[in-house]
């Protein structure tokens, strides 16, 4: 095994460089994605309860008597005037989706390191894994004004541009003013229905600020045919304001007082947590869809461990 990485300190606690991320390959290896799945399926080489999982389009060819109907391929039927039969054959390359969250509010920690750092970190992780294996990696890293769009692609040509973009996007700039948020989460995560195929793995990294309804209708119809995992990132102060105390809060450009001496105060806002935490951690237990909670002082890595040792367990009952 691999040493744990060395703790980050001064500027590596709000930004995440290329030559950081490149270092993470050999821990990376020590995963096994391929543990997230549920079920088991004939279909391909892959394990899951999703039916089609491990099947890929190979080609049509004439109707031929005892074919599955459901297999029929209606649009060459129409253009030929004959009934034709959709082949497939074993999927050799799983398709897995990254999605990065770094809007503003992922600019944040009060311990450990930046939310954002955070994402950048796990997401590299998870995308080493993924083409070590032989798989393709794609995925979106999206901020507040636009995004960054990656199509699945195995090996070097799949790892580095994703790679090179954590890295962009992730760069803290305090001198930056605060922009309003144009590209929302929201819409980030039907802009995924666009591009998984079934049997897709899905991640989604982010502090799930501001996600509607809509979104988590979304979430829950993606879980139908994709294997999902929603990794809730957060700073201890978020969870829990400190108690009995006047505390000055600054954005970079303006300047407030907490008052947490106020116990109604408090209890308000440590509810605003747990609602957003328990309403992605209530559809997770519904859908059967894997769900990761990470905090700004945790090792990710070690926290995605125990998402993927879950899976193995769940794979072997």
């Known amino acids: 095994m691999t040493a744990p990485l060395k703790k980050r300190t001064g500027e590596q606690c709000v930004s995440v460089s290329l030559p950081e991320l490149l270092q993470l390959a050999d821990r990376a290896k020590q995963l096994s994605l391929s543990a997230l799945n549920v079920g088991r399926s004939i ?12 099947m890929e389009f190979a080609e049509s060819r004439l109707y031929q008597a005892g074919d599955d ?15 034709h039969t959709k082949l497939y054959t074993l999927e050799k390359e799983r398709q897995v989706l990254v999605w990065v969250d770094m809007r503003s509010p992922m600019f944040f920690a009060t311990q450990g390191v930046f939310k954002s750092v955070q994402a950048a970190t796990l997401a590299a992780y998870i995308g080493w894994n993924t083409v070590q294996t032989g798989n393709r990696l794609g995925g979106m890293i999206f901020d507040d004004t636009n995004h960054l769009e990656f199509r699945p692609k195995p090996g070097k040509r799949g790892i580095l541009p994703f790679l090179q973009g954590l890295t962009d996007k992730s760069r803290f700039n305090p001198k930056e003013k605060p922009v309003t948020s144009t590209f929302t989460i929201d819409r980030a995560v039907s802009s995924i229905e666009q591009v998984a195929t079934p049997g897709s793995l899905v991640f989604i990294i982010s502090d799930f600020r501001r996600l509607s309804s809509q979104s988590i209708d979304r979430i829950n119809q993606l879980s139908k045919t994709c294997e999902l995992c929603l990794c809730f990132l957060y700073d201890p102060l978020e969870a829990a304001l400190p108690k009995n105390g006047y505390y000055p809060v600054t954005d970079g450009t303006g300047k407030i007082h907490l008052d947490t001496f106020n116990g109604t105060s408090l209890d308000h806002y440590q509810r ?46």
């Open 43 to 54: 279909n391909g080489p892959f394990h899951s309860r999703l039916l089609g999982r491990g």
């Open 69 to 83: 109907v459901r297999s029929i391929d209606w649009r060459v039927t129409a253009r030929t005037g004959k009934t």
């Open 272 to 317: 605003q947590f747990l609602e957003r935490k328990d309403s992605i951690q209530s559809l997770a237990h519904q859908r059967h869809i894997y769900f990761m909670e990470c905090s700004t002082q945790d090792d990710c890595f070690t926290r995605l461990m125990r998402v993927v040792r879950q899976g193995s367990k769940k794979n072997e009952s």
